[in-house]
């Protein structure tokens, strides 16, 4: 994975977190990190080369209006006021690819001098186990810092770690011997058709392949997850931007030195499902 600065641009060296989303249901984690660029006013620095990503292309997603300057299926920006660099990913990676695509970018990472990684990510509602909304909208979390998936900070904001984590597990032993790089034990290799087995599921998606290849890099990983469906996840993007702030000790209100608007809202969004009505039939 190459990284290809923007004329006159370099990364920041005093940002020590990124923050990236992993794609799944809703595209949630693509909306927070829109949320997060266009609130901190992040500057594009570049954006990264690879093979593992589907290529696309469109206008400039923050504005405050369309400028022309084109958008890229991997994006890096810099807010150096909050000491964090954020990756924008705006297509899938070419199927059967995800292990490559996040040793690539793991290893990208890692030469960068990052410290700390967040992952934002969705998770689709229907598979949810113990449905509790008494208390609105949840915030799950999967850390590195404990061989179990646990972390002490995140137990104190409240939020419970992904149960569906199992390190002991086969499926997810199988994907940590792969992001490693080791050879494989037979007695975690999955027999024919295993794959598409309920223990696969949650290791199969894109979060837990970074969670893995990053982890195996020597890197603190956290990701924040909701559970969602589709349809308009917005609010579900404002509520995992707020847990990432929450996690990084950054105000939202401080972004722009103005309380009264906490959020700038990306120029992408007027239109993101689909144009305005025409009400003039009416």
Excluded at 50 to 66: E, I, Q, R
Excluded at 175 to 183: D, I, P, R, V, Y
Excluded at 233 to 249: G, Q, Y
Aim: net charge negative; hydrophobic share 40%.
């Amino acid at each position: 994975m190459e990284f290809v600065p923007e004329k006159g641009k370099h990364v920041n060296g005093d940002s020590s977190t990124l923050i990236l989303p992993a794609l799944s249901i809703g595209n949630v984690g693509q909306l927070a990190v829109d949320l997060l660029v266009a609130s901190t006013r992040a500057e594009r620095i570049g954006y990264l080369d690879t093979p593992y990503v589907l290529p696309c292309v469109g206008n400039d997603a923050y504005g405050p209006v369309p400028n022309g300057e084109l958008a890229l299926p991997l994006e890096a920006y810099d807010s150096s006021a909050n000491a964090m660099t954020l990756i924008q990913q705006r297509s899938p990676v070419v199927k059967g690819r995800m292990i490559e695509f996040a040793k690539n970018l793991a290893d990208y990472v890692a030469a960068s001098g990052k410290k700390h990684v967040v992952v934002l990510s969705s998770l689709d509602f229907g598979r949810w186990q113990r449905v509790d909304m008494s208390s609105g909208l949840q915030t799950l979390y999967l850390s590195s810092t404990n061989s179990d998936g646990t972390d002490d900070y995140c137990e104190q904001l409240g939020w419970k770690k992904l149960q569906e984590y199992k390190p002991t597990q086969k499926a997810w032993k199988y994907l940590s011997t792969l992001a490693e790089g080791n050879a494989i034990p037979e007695s975690i290799l999955p027999f024919e058709g295993e794959l598409e087995e309920e223990e696969y599921y949650y290791p199969s998606l894109p979060f837990a392949a970074l969670f893995s290849c990053l982890k195996a890099k020597g890197l603190k990983v956290t990701c924040l997850f909701c559970y969602c469906s589709e349809g308009d996840n917005i609010p579900d993007a404002f509520h995992l931007a707020e847990a990432a702030c929450k996690l990084l000790d950054l105000s939202p209100s401080n972004f722009q030195g103005n309380s009264n608007d906490k959020w700038v809202i990306p120029l992408s969004w007027k239109t993101l499902y689909g144009p305005p009505a025409d009400m003039s039939l009416f």
